[in-house]
Nanobody, 116 residues
Framework: QVQLVESGGGLVQAGGSLALSCTTSGRRHTILAAGWYRQAPGQQRELVAQ???????EYVDSVKGRFTIARDKADITVYLQMKALKPEDTAVYLC??????????WGQGTQVTVSS
């Protein structure tokens, strides 16, 4: 069974950095396109950053200049590099990916907590 797994979350002070990773567990599958979402308690899920199959990236205004979405050369891992973190970035971060020949998958999420 294909599973998408995120890692790299944790607790960091405001102004700090974290790097999240997203890949498939077990056998590696090619990621065609991907997006990082976040959901804070009591709030709607928000698209933070996305990357198309052609490598075009887009970001929500609140993270522009601070977050970077990227993937490795093998197209099996997607990253979200986060810097200058703010308390309002605190949320569960979820990866959504379109996998080659398999379709769309969601990960379980990883908690990011930014203390002031």
């Amino acid at each position: 069974q294909v599973q998408l797994v995120e890692s790299g979350g944790g607790l960091v002070q405001a102004g700090g950095s974290l790097a999240l990773s997203c890949t498939t567990s077990g056998r590696r599958h090619t990621i065609l396109a991907a997006g990082w979402y976040r959901q804070a308690p009591g709030q709607q899920r928000e698209l933070v950053a996305q990357m198309t199959s052609g490598g075009i990236t887009e970001y929500v205004d609140s993270v522009k200049g601070r977050f970077t979405i990227a993937r490795d050369k093998a197209d099996i891992t997607v990253y979200l590099q986060m810097k200058a973190l703010k308390p309002e970035d605190t949320a569960v971060y979820l990866c959504n990916a379109e996998l080659y020949k398999l379709g769309d998958y969601w990960g379980q999420g990883t908690q990011v907590t930014v203390s002031s």
